[in-house]
Each structure stands twice: as C-alpha cells, then as structure tokens.
C-alpha cells in the first residue's frame, strides 16, 4: 500500500484497529529495561551472601522479564541467579530495606522506578507509527492503542 494510497480501500474485513502502546507505538521497551536494571543493581547485593552476575540490560530483560507480569518476571530472574524471596502480598511497601524483601515488595519498587524514569524522560514514540495513527484517524477510521502495562 502506497503511503498517499487512501487506507479505507483495505478496509473490507476489519471495522476498527487497536494498536499495543508497548514496542509499537512507544519505546518503552528501553524504558522499561532501564527500571529493572535500577532495581536489580539496588537489591541484588542483598540478596545474596555471595556475588551473583548483575542484570544486563538487553540480554536479561529481553530472557526473563519481557512480556512477562512484573512479578514472573523477578522471579524468573532471581532464579536465574539462584535466589528465591516470598511473595508477599500487594501492598508491600516498595522500599523494605530494613527487612527481607518480598517479590511484591520489589515489583512495587520496579513500577516506582519506571515512573520515575518516566518522569524525568518520557517515553519516545514511534514516528512511523504515529504517522499511520494520524493517517487513520484523519480517515475516520476508529482506533485504539491499549497496553497491559
């Protein structure tokens, strides 16, 4: 389909279009891998008695926590270097450095960090996929962009 071809001549099948925020239409991904890394780099000296390999940013993020709930994802990882914590409950506070963490309690100050990150940066989008967001909106037709985030 050529870029000025109109995109309603491919609409026979489909009413509407729903886009994921997450790697589609943002960055986040980055984003994301940055706030874990933080929070591994704060807790892993911790949680373990001897040294342990350190989250790498893009080999670790992309094998044990992307597409992953944020708790599978610490406990994936964790695994991976042998250590296991409790679950806790949901509102484990997010810094619990005076005590035993829990994988609640980390996924809390996994999303903090992350809101942090996004606080201070922003998240970059897409420029081809806000292009064709506009493109479509400006043809009428409908969209959406959702996230599990």
Known sequence: MSENQPLHSARTAYDAVIFDMDGV???TASVHARAWKALFDEVLPRLSTTPVQPFD???DYRRYVDGRPREDG???FLASRGIELPDGLPGDPPDDSGTQPTIAALAARKQALFDEHLAADGVPAFPDAVALLHRLHEQGIPTAVVTSS
Request: hydrophobic share 35%.
């Open 25 to 27: 239409v943002t960055d």
């Open 57 to 59: 940013a893009d080999t």
């Open 74 to 76: 610490i406990r994936t």
